[in-house]
Structure formats: structure tokens, C-alpha cells
Nanobody, 125 residues
Framework: VQLQASGGGLVQAGGSLRLSCEASGRTFRDWDMGWFRQAPGKEREFVAAIRWSGGTTVYGDSVKGRFIISRGNPKTTVYLQMNSLKPDDTAVYYC???????????????????WGQGTLVTVSS
């Protein structure tokens, strides 16, 4: 299983970016996918997750109302639309995937089996 994250870059506060995560290597029809981020000197933080069906999404409190996670068609690609970006959003963003898991555990990094390499997002003030 390979996950390839892309779309990071430098953006001014208030701007937008869209991250992509493309999965390959096996069938992903029933796999949930999530985004996490890690800022320098901080622990990894849950950002958003989406159910295999695309019908259920979960967001971290710090990004609710600003970020949108969605799945492409076919469902091997997941997007993270990031709006109203703040300097505190600066981090390396990682996508991850797991075989269908309980909704209550989607925000836990330990629930995920495979991780991408990360893409850096820098928000300037």
C-alpha cells in the first residue's frame, strides 16, 4: 500500500490550499482515510477523516468550519480543502488509511495502518 500526498506549499493567512492523497497498491473500496498534521515541536494532531463510503466525515475542533475532506471517484484519492488558513495551521500534513474501523476511533492515529510521506503547509502572517 502506498499513499502519495501532495499540494502543500506557502500561502498567506486567509488563503486556501487543497491537498491530495492518492492511494495505490490494493483495493480501497472499504478503507477509511484521514489527515493528520504535525507542527515542529508538537504532537501529531488529527485533522479530518472520511468513511469509505464518503458519506460520513469527522473533523478536529481546530479546523471545523474551515477544512473540507472529500473522496474522489474512484475512491482512491482523498482531498483536503483548506480555507481561511491561519499561521497555526503550519505543519506537515500526513494522509493515512485504515480498513473500515469504528467511527469513534477515526481520530486516533493508532487506528491507521498506512501513512503517506507528508506534505508541508506553511501559512505566513
Amino acid at each position: 500500500v502506498q499513499l502519495q500526498a501532495s499540494g502543500g506549499g506557502l500561502v498567506q493567512a486567509g488563503g486556501s490550499l487543497r491537498l491530495s492523497c492518492e492511494a495505490s497498491g490494493r483495493t480501497f473500496r472499504d478503507w477509511d482515510m484521514g489527515w493528520f498534521r504535525q507542527a515542529p515541536g508538537k504532537e501529531r494532531e488529527f485533522v479530518a477523516a472520511i468513511r469509505w463510503s464518503g458519506g460520513t466525515t469527522v473533523y478536529g475542533d481546530s479546523v471545523k468550519g474551515r477544512f473540507i475532506i472529500s473522496r474522489g471517484n474512484p475512491k482512491t484519492t482523498v482531498y483536503l480543502q483548506m480555507n481561511s488558513l491561519k499561521p497555526d495551521d503550519t505543519a506537515v500534513y500526513y494522509c493515512a488509511t485504515t480498513a473500515r474501523t469504528a467511527l469513534s476511533t477515526l481520530a486516533l492515529s493508532s487506528s491507521y495502518d498506512y501513512w503517506g510521506q507528508g506534505t508541508l503547509v506553511t501559512v505566513s502572517s
